[in-house]
């Protein structure tokens, strides 16, 4: 599992292995597929754009894409895309299982792999103080060290099929 706010800064990679920019924004295109990442919203030094996850050839310590970065759309946001970060991240939600307002911390995903090509999904909203705290700490210490801190702060989330916008 991945966590939004550990992606988001993470260096994008063209075709040929040099470094396009960072990853500013994750999308979801919701008349699609409610769940599944659509779109990475790269910043580069000319600008935003926009490259489609299904370019993507892998995560892991970034995002490696398939195409070349002159192929990749420019613009500042898709329309009727949903920001994950800009839309999702400190708003309130409702958590009708606690029956109260929540603050969404983090939004916990889902690596899989179809067809040898990565699909990010939305498993989770995190409303607890383990995304606050992964949040607060992201560059000020050391991953491995961040993760073993995280590992006894108990999640509290709220699966994504409860989440309604």
Known sequence: ?????????????????????RIRELALAPQEDHARIAVVIVR???GDRLLPFSSVLSVN??????????EWVSGETG???????RDLLDQQVIDVFGRKVVRVNDVDLHHESVANRPVLKVG??????????????KGVVPLPA????????PPR?????FVDL
């Open 157 to 161: 989330t709220i699966p994504w099929d």
């Open 79 to 85: 329309e009727g895309l949903l920001l994950l970060g």
């Open 44 to 46: 580069t030094r000319t």
């Open 124 to 137: 989770s909203v995190d409303v607890g103080p383990r995304g606050a705290v992964r949040r607060l700490l």
């Open 146 to 153: 961040l993760r073993a801190l995280l590992r006894k702060i």
């Open 1 to 21: 599992m991945l966590a939004l706010t550990e992606l988001l800064g993470e260096p994008v990679f063209d075709l040929g292995g040099s470094r396009c920019g």
């Open 61 to 70: 310590g970034g995002i490696k894409a398939g195409t070349s970065s002159e």
